[in-house]
């Protein structure tokens, strides 16, 4: 499912109101099931739809053309830092839900010249992972009633403190799967304010 809007357009607006550059990336995915298969099929995951639990422990990956396209984007924003106005040591990546499970295996699985400067994992998945001893800062951001991925424990971000990498952590009691910058009257409307207020407290918008 594609929430380009509630996930990206929307996002980029609220930051470029608040003085921070954005871009929105459109990435490869696999293809559509064949016609006929049920749209419930269609939207699961490893046998988990989006509030429902999975029957059993899973792992996200993220298929290759769109890891690619993510390293791509990165390459692309830092080769334009300076006609574009923006820091090329800043720059940061975030994803949701399966944005989410990419914007981590780009940071992890990347060489150290390709990783983000900091990222923000929304609804990600939660279990601990291997991480770089230099992974960038982390914001991340879940509700407890997030059947798909707060199914797991927390690990990735005891895996963080451990490891003595900043992390800033948001649990939120309410908002389910995929609330995006949707309103509902739920404390996790808030996360993009966090996002904004974390960014503020470590220097990362102060003008170079």
């Known amino acids: 499912m594609l929430s380009m809007d509630t996930e990206g357009y929307q996002v980029a607006q609220y930051l470029a109101d608040h003085g921070i550059a954005a871009f929105v990336l459109k990435y490869r995915v696999n293809s559509t099931p064949a016609a006929g298969a049920s749209a419930a099929a269609a ?103 997030d059947g798909l991925m707060a199914a797991d424990d927390f690990g990735i971000i005891t895996t963080y403190h451990r490891a003595n990498r900043p992390v800033e952590f948001h649990l939120y009691q309410n908002g389910g ?16 304010d966090q996002f904004y207020a974390w960014m503020q407290a470590r220097g990362l918008l102060n003008r170079s």
Do not use: C
């Open 43 to 145: 939207a699961a995951v490893n046998g988990a739809t989006p509030n429902t639990p999975p029957p059993t422990p899973r792992r996200f990956e993220t298929p290759a053309p769109a890891l690619e396209d993510a390293r791509a984007a990165l390459r692309l924003v830092r080769a334009r830092a300076a006609s574009w106005g923006i820091d090329p040591k800043r720059v940061g990546f975030m994803g949701f839900s399966a944005g989410a499970v990419m914007t981590l295996d780009l940071t992890f699985k990347s060489p150290a010249d390709m990783r983000p400067n900091f990222i923000a994992s929304i609804y990600g998945p939660m279990y601990a992972q291997d991480i770089p001893a230099d992974a960038p800062p982390m914001f991340n951001a879940v509700a407890i009633d």
């Open 177 to 192: 799967h995929g609330f995006g910058m949707r309103k509902r009257g739920m404390t996790a409307d808030l996360w993009i």
